[in-house]
């Protein structure tokens, strides 16, 4: 199973981007990158995940590098409500296909200050 | 009404007393998975369910049990409640490739 390697804590200033690292250098060919986070102990949420390619939703961005062996999630605007816990988490397969569960470590706590 | 609904929200019990804690899901996904977090901790697996009929352990499975009574609900026990097993448990739901829904999670007190 490919390990993960957060910042235990990042500040952001509100209105800037919060650009969060993760580092998955034992990453497999066929792994996704998946993100999430947990806004005071409310159960995660999920927000984006990708496999190579950068990937853009209304929430986040997800940048991988080519090697793949880390990401970097980017909040363009942050808010004070996107104070929270941020989870990078590999795929663990389990049987193939679909069949996969998904392990969280501690994350980065992401405060956002006014 | 939440997609991913766990009772009770809050509970506290004694040492050796038998616990459940139930999640049921209207959004008709097939496998269910319940992680406990502690303070400081990320979020552990104990158990995971792809569907009906396979169930399987997670890192932490010691001292649970789990049921999954229907595609809808997947409950989980602790026989014999001890101290450590203090803690706030989410029961979660997804559907083939998709992202986790997380229930709103399970505070567990163990005197």
């Known amino acids: 199973d490919a390990k993960t390697t957060q910042p235990p804590s990042m500040d952001c200033a509100e209105g800037r981007a919060a650009n969060l690292p993760c580092n998955h250098s034992?990453?497999?060919?066929?792994?996704?990158v998946y993100w999430y986070r947990q806004i005071h102990s409310q159960g995660p949420q999920y927000i984006i995940h990708?496999?190579?390619n950068n990937e853009t939703n209304e929430m986040a961005s997800l940048i991988i590098t080519e090697d793949r062996k880390s990401s970097t999630l980017i909040l363009p605007h942050a808010t004070l409500r996107d104070t929270a816990v941020y989870y990078c988490?590999?795929?663990?397969?389990?049987?193939?296909?679909?069949?996969?569960?998904?392990?969280f470590g501690k994350g980065t706590l992401l405060t956002v200050n006014p | 009404d939440a997609d991913v609904t766990q009772t009770p929200r809050n509970r506290i019990t004694k040492t050796g007393k038998r616990i459940m804690l139930e999640c049921s899901q209207t959004?008709?996904?097939?496998?269910m998975y319940w992680y406990r977090q502690d303070p400081g901790l990320g979020l552990r697996l104990i158990y995971y369910?792809?569907?009906?009929?396979?169930?399987n352990k997670g890192e932490i499975s010691d001292g649970y049990s789990v049921s999954r009574q229907a595609q809808a609900k997947f409950s989980l026990s602790l026989e014999s409640a001890i101290p450590n097993q203090t803690a706030l448990y989410f029961c979660?739901?997804?559907?083939?490739?998709?992202?986790?829904?997380f229930g709103e999670g399970s505070r567990l007190t163990v005197l």
């Open positions: 979660a739901t997804r559907q083939g490739p998709g992202e986790l829904f």
């Open positions: 988490i590999v795929r663990v397969g389990h049987s193939g296909g679909s069949n996969y569960k998904l392990t």
């Open positions: 034992t990453i497999s060919g066929n792994e996704y």
């Open positions: 959004k008709g996904h097939d496998r």
């Open positions: 990708g496999l190579k």
């Open positions: 369910s792809f569907d009906v009929k396979d169930i």
